[in-house]
């Protein structure tokens, strides 16, 4: 087989090779490397990638984050993915007005008429960092998976805007959205939120704030590997631990260790350029884990990577929705580390991860 041929045939045994079960009181999958490695080690391709990496400075956490750590933090963040779809998705940039400024939007449309479903997705990048450039290929897939507008925010970041400037701007786009959903050719009464990492955070909390304001526009959120406990409070639910992770064989461990940690280490100083003393990092809108009510929330998709530093937080936050009687869906996708929808072309579980993420909303919207 060809290289193209064998992409292919990985991403078709990644949907096939579905088992899902019952797990603490939601819908539970986990997806296997599909080429065959062997359990507690990671995807070659990870394996690869990680290989070629060098922890940067940022992740010391003894000493404040500098001007100059942001730029190199930024310049870091992202990689050079490629497009997967097979159809034409209209893409159009439009400006919004917010209370703090104009909002930039990329608008990406699929193929058919409507309305349809719109998504509003917002990109990671740790609240200082991330671009709608990165997120440009796996928006557009999304739309064309799941039949859906998909609207990319690019969203105020710190330090430059501090807490909650980024996290107004994501809630007022899903305003405007729903304020403007058929000029889009979308059904108002089919939105759903999705991000990744710190974008998966602002997705979870414009849902909670959605529930607390009684706007009720969000019907499905798609969450992936958020970061929910940015205080990194322990709870009844959760508490960080190395030996939560299941690693075999030395080759793999230093890489998968130096992963865990450099991440974990990189929070203090990120929360500190995030909020800048605004409000404490246990704010519900800040640490949704730390909520004391998570009823009354729209149906949740959660993808988690099993070599992640946040997956633990996010099976806590998978079981505490479920105890609050929402209806979740939990995917891990074992061998995968952070931000691996970044590699969308290189990883098929990027792919698979958008496929998942499409026939959710097609099932929720039905």
């Known amino acids: 087989m060809n290289t193209a041929e064998q992409a292919e045939a990985l991403l078709r045994k990644l949907g096939e090779e579905t088992a899902e079960t019952e797990r603490d009181g939601y819908r539970f999958t986990v997806k296997k490397i599909p080429d065959g490695a062997a359990s507690g080690q990671l995807d070659p391709r990870v394996y690869d990638v990680l290989g070629e990496q060098v922890i940067p400075p940022f992740s010391n956490v003894e000493r404040r984050m500098e001007a100059e750590d942001v730029r190199q933090m930024r310049a870091m963040m992202g990689w050079p993915n490629t497009s997967v779809t097979r159809t034409a998705v209209e893409t159009v940039c439009r400006k919004i007005n917010g209370v703090n400024g104009?909002?930039?939007?990329?608008?990406?449309?699929?193929?058919?008429?409507?309305?349809?479903?719109v998504v509003v997705f917002f990109h990671g990048g740790g609240f200082i960092g991330g671009t709608v450039d990165v997120m440009e290929n796996p928006c557009r897939a999304l739309a064309e998976k799941a039949g859906a507008i998909v609207v990319s925010a690019d969203y105020r970041l710190a330090p430059e805007h501090?807490?909650?400037?980024?996290?107004?701007?994501?809630?007022?786009?899903?305003?405007?959205?729903?304020?403007?959903?058929?000029?889009?050719?979308?059904?108002?009464?089919?939105?759903?939120?999705?991000?990744?990492?710190?974008?998966?955070?602002?997705?979870?909390?414009?849902?909670?704030?959605?529930?607390?304001?009684?706007?009720?526009?969000?019907?499905?959120?798609?969450?992936?590997?958020?970061?929910?406990?940015?205080?990194?409070?322990?709870?009844?639910?959760?508490r960080w631990s190395?030996?939560?992770?299941?690693?075999?064989?030395?080759?793999?461990?230093?890489?998968?260790?130096?992963?865990?940690?450099?991440?974990?280490?990189?929070?203090?100083?990120?929360?500190?350029?995030?909020?800048?003393?605004?409000?404490?990092?246990?704010?519900?809108?800040?640490?949704?884990?730390l909520a004391g009510d998570l009823g009354n929330l729209p149906e949740t998709l959660?993808?988690?990577?099993?070599?992640?530093?946040?997956?633990?937080?996010?099976?806590?936050?998978?079981?505490?929705?479920?105890?609050?009687?929402?209806?979740?869906?939990?995917?891990?996708?074992?061998g995968m580390d952070h931000a691996f929808l970044d590699k969308l072309g290189l990883y098929p579980?990027?792919?698979?991860?958008?496929?998942?993420?499409?026939?959710?909303?097609k099932r929720v919207f039905a």
């Open 302 to 334: 959660i993808v988690t990577a099993e070599y992640d530093y946040l997956r633990l937080e996010d099976e806590a936050y998978a079981r505490k929705l479920a105890r609050s009687g929402v209806s979740v869906r939990m995917i891990r996708y074992n």
């Open 102 to 117: 104009p909002i930039p939007l990329r608008i990406y449309t699929p193929e058919g008429s409507g309305p349809r479903p």
């Open 349 to 361: 579980q990027a792919e698979d991860c958008l496929n998942e993420m499409a026939r959710e909303m």
């Open 162 to 238: 501090a807490f909650p400037a980024g996290l107004t701007d994501c809630f007022e786009t899903v305003q405007w959205v729903r304020r403007h959903a058929w000029e889009l050719g979308a059904d108002p009464g089919q939105i759903a939120v999705a991000g990744d990492s710190a974008g998966g955070n602002l997705a979870a909390v414009c849902a909670i704030m959605d529930r607390d304001r009684g706007t009720g526009m969000i019907r499905f959120q798609a969450l992936l590997y958020p970061t929910v406990n940015v205080s990194g409070t322990e709870t009844e639910d959760f």
């Open 242 to 289: 190395e030996e939560a992770y299941d690693i075999r064989g030395h080759r793999d461990r230093e890489l998968i260790l130096g992963g865990l940690h450099g991440l974990g280490g990189s929070f203090p100083g990120l929360i500190e350029l995030y909020l800048q003393g605004r409000t404490e990092s246990t704010h519900l809108y800040v640490s949704p884990l």
